[in-house]
């Protein structure tokens, strides 16, 4: 039973990383598409998480760690191009 509602949950996370990818190409700025970027982003940090609880693999957690360092990284700097610091 538990197993059934993780699958849903992977399934939902999946139609809302389609939701970012729409937004993310057909973002009308670009502040739109770093929203877009960004929520992707953590929809697929959510996702390898899962996908750690599924396969008993701690390892996947530390990847997501990094991805999600990454991200916010990459989030930071576009955030200083647009307001011109850059």
């Known amino acids: 039973m538990d197993n059934i509602v993780i699958y849903i ?3 939902m996370l999946m139609v ?3 939701a970012g990818l729409i937004r ?3 973002g009308p700025s670009v502040v739109d598409k770093v929203v877009g ?3 992707m982003t953590i ?3 959510v996702m390898i998480g899962v996908i750690a609880y599924l396969s008993n ?3 996947y957690l530390d990847v ?3 991805y999600g360092f990454l991200s916010f990284l990459g989030v930071i700097i576009v955030a200083k191009y647009i307001q011109g610091g850059l």
Do not use: G
Request: no cysteine.
């Open 9 to 11: 949950a992977l399934v």
């Open 16 to 18: 809302t990383l389609l």
């Open 24 to 26: 993310f190409v057909k």
């Open 37 to 39: 970027f960004d929520s």
């Open 43 to 45: 929809t697929s940090l």
């Open 57 to 59: 693999r701690a390892i």
């Open 64 to 66: 997501a760690v990094v």
